[in-house]
């Protein structure tokens, strides 16, 4: 893997200039995956903060080919770029002559958990060579913070406001994660833009492996957080040190915790600076704190359990 | 199983003479999604996939919203692709139609036509592709499996010919012509090759030496603009189809145009139908004629781009024109076909009478008898001036 000397040296590939939020974690996740392919790379956006962000016409922040269809089909039109890829590479068709070239699909939660799921898991199941990454925030962003089945618990939404009888989302976040490797791929990944090099490492390894890869990635949204800017990268670490968003890998079926925090942060530590959560902190609400304390508790101990196991 | 002949007279059903075509074409790319009746048009292209005789790659999708969305992709990706479907399958892929269309690729489908539910029916009608009408797509309607065949090479030119770079669908009928065995005559891959030609896109996702951004997102300073152009494409579909016809008929000896007329220069009366019933409404023209009786037909072939000009001036005259849709418009006012016929005579001096007539839906038998009836109707009409019904349902 490069050094972060070496990675300042590489061309964005990914420009500055683009109308994503201070404080977005998008872009850096952006840059270090396109930086990772360490070569000719093709992609795909879902319909989202990144797809508007970064392409109002006539300008566009990408250097690579790229391409925005629909919201909940990133899977199914990157299928598509990668079997023409294949049909002109094997007719010896290919614009420029015969090259290696890296397929990604990227969508937010909204586009991969919801909506966009069905055509995901398709993709997945046909087994195309592509990495699909998700930037996983939390909720609806680009469309004003509606919840998600990504939304943490009690999270404070446009839809699942926090009110007089009820307190926000009521359920649990669905595990993307372990859906995906259900399908059996080569490699799926949870990473976080604080941890710039894992990150990068598990881009490196997800398009470097033949065949279907995944990679769900925390992505601070001060918008939608209702969170400072500059917080953004300290609030990624703490979702990781608190255990809610926990980074490891699943390579050929065996799970590897790729980081555990020495000394397991409360997750009020987490929620605290984010004013979604803000009525958590009312003295009537101490009980869903505890609540949602001890399910993160939970889901951290069931990781545990599955560490070195083959799933 | 998919057929082995390569030239001559064959007898094939319309499923099987469109896969064959497309193997004939084939396309770099295919996703797709099996749907009755067009089923057997993605089986048959399996197994020329299975047994090596196209180079197709083949994306065996988990929905139609998934076949049209990986056309996309691979059509930006610069390869000439292909897909098949039918009713709800076609319905589904709605959203990404108008993409596909507005993004300008080529893509070429195969649309068997059938009815959409509820109630659910797996029977021949139009709601599916008149739903789609809007969509941007070229629309060439066919009546047997001949024209089918035929028409899908053309669809090929038609939709990636440079002064109109849109996606094109070619429809026929469900079961009646999709699975009914015609004998048809097939033409040599040599022949197909050179009508067809090598596909050359103007861009593509995979020249990562030149890369381009596609299906940016627009505001209102410049939306229009894009839409303005993809309608004038669709202008120029006119007399690009015409000319693609021309080459067609100069090869293959087999003529076709934007509509066909039937008996129809001298007609006094005449039906407006697509696809197979045309068949069914000759025979009832000549049964007339016989008789005596100045009748004819003419029959839509490109629905999208619609030849309103032309169209009026073949029935600029005639005294009374039935239009038959096979579909519902659902707007109180006729089907979509009779529509925007009526609509192209208006600016007529000699305007025929009009109605419009709803047939066949859900696959109902559209028989001899029934045309008769409609003949009867237009003579009442043409006698008397008057028009009792409008729009009315028949073959209840």
Redesign the interface.
Known sequence: MATLKELSKQQELFSGGHRLCAGCGIPPIVRLVLRAAGGPVVATTATGCLEVGTTIYPYTAWRIPWIHSAFENAAATISGAEAAYKSLKRQGKLPGGDKEIKFVAFGGDGGTYDIGLQALSGALERGHNFLYLCYDNGAYMNTGIQRSSATPLFSNTTTSPSGDVIQGKQQWRKDLTRIVVAHNIPYAAQASPHNWSDLSKKAEKALSIKGATFMNVMSPCPLGWYSKPEDSIKLAKLSVDTCYWPLYEVENGVLKISYKPKEKKPLVDWLKPQGRFKHLFKPENAGLLDEFQKRVDDEWERLLALEGKRL | MAITATRGQTGLTGNSAVAYAMKQINP??C?AYPITPSTQVVEDFSSYVADGVV???L?????E???M???????????R?MTATSSQGLALMW??LY?ASG?RLPIVMANVNRALSAPINIHCDHSDSMGARDSGWVQIYSETVQEAYDNMFMAVRIAEHKSVLLPAMVCFDGFITSHAIENISLLDDQEVRQFIGEYRPAV????????????????PD?YIEFKHQQSEAMKRASAASVEVMKDFGKRFGREYGLFETYRLEDADTAIVILNSAAGTTKVAIDELRKQGRKVGLLRPRFFRPFPWKEMAEALKGKKAVAVLDRADSMNAFGGPVFNEVRSALYDLDNRPKMINRIYGLGGRDYKVKDALAVFEELAKVSETGGIETLVKYITL
Do not use: F
């Open positions: 770099d790319v996703a180079t197709t790659e994306v065996t999708v988990e929905s919203h998934s076949a969305s990986a056309c996309i992709g691979a059509a930006a990706a610069g390869a692709v959203e990404m993409i993004m593509s996702l995979l020249d990562t030496d030149h890369p381009v951004t596609m299906g940016a997102m627009t505001l410049t």
